[in-house]
């Protein structure tokens, strides 16, 4: 009986144990390749709102479909204000859209804030619902030698060649 036991338990482990191989080894280099890196945005706004706080609206603006906690207006433990560019264009370093608003209050006194506020509380203190004059969608930042300085210069020259215009 005990011999019995012993085949099955084998053939048991065997049958589990070759089941639970995928099988084909895929290797990093395509898994990474898959992975969608989000492309640079610049903008222009009709007023300074950088140290405002962004948030994204609805598509009729009656809303705000996304906005950031209290914990996430930062990047690498600094305030994630956007990079001054040439000609008034900002480098987006919190993640925004043609979609966005800036709220009244600024990423320092935000940042402060107990907890982040209510969706409905954040939407009364919208400044500005429609604050960009234009926007444009690059490269990812990775594909940049000087991001500031390749940027700065395809502004200068107005070669927006290579952008996706979203404003």
Not at 47 to 57: A, E, F, G, H, T
Not at 87 to 105: M, P
Not at 134 to 158: E, P
Request: net charge positive; charged share 20%.
């Amino acid at each position: 009986m005990r011999g019995i036991t012993l085949i099955y338990t084998a053939a048991f482990l065997t049958v589990y144990f070759s089941s639970c191989s995928s099988g084909k080894k895929v290797p990093v280099s395509a898994i990474q390749s898959n992975v969608m890196i989000p492309g640079v945005i610049i903008y222009q706004t009709t007023r300074d709102y950088s140290k405002n706080v962004p948030v994204i609206l609805s598509e009729d603006k009656k809303s705000i479909a996304s906005y950031p906690g209290v914990t996430d207006v930062y990047t690498s433990e600094k305030l994630a204000y956007p990079t001054a560019l040439a000609k008034g264009f900002w480098l987006d370093n919190r993640g925004i859209n043609q979609h966005v608003a800036f709220l009244s209050i600024t990423y320092e006194e935000y940042a402060k804030l107990p907890q982040t506020p209510a969706n409905e509380e954040l939407f009364k203190m919208i400044l500005d619902s429609s604050p960009l004059q234009s926007m444009y969608k690059g490269n990812a930042r990775d594909s940049y030698t000087n991001i500031v300085k390749d940027l700065n210069k395809k502004i200068k020259k107005g070669d927006f060649s290579g952008f996706e215009k979203l404003k």
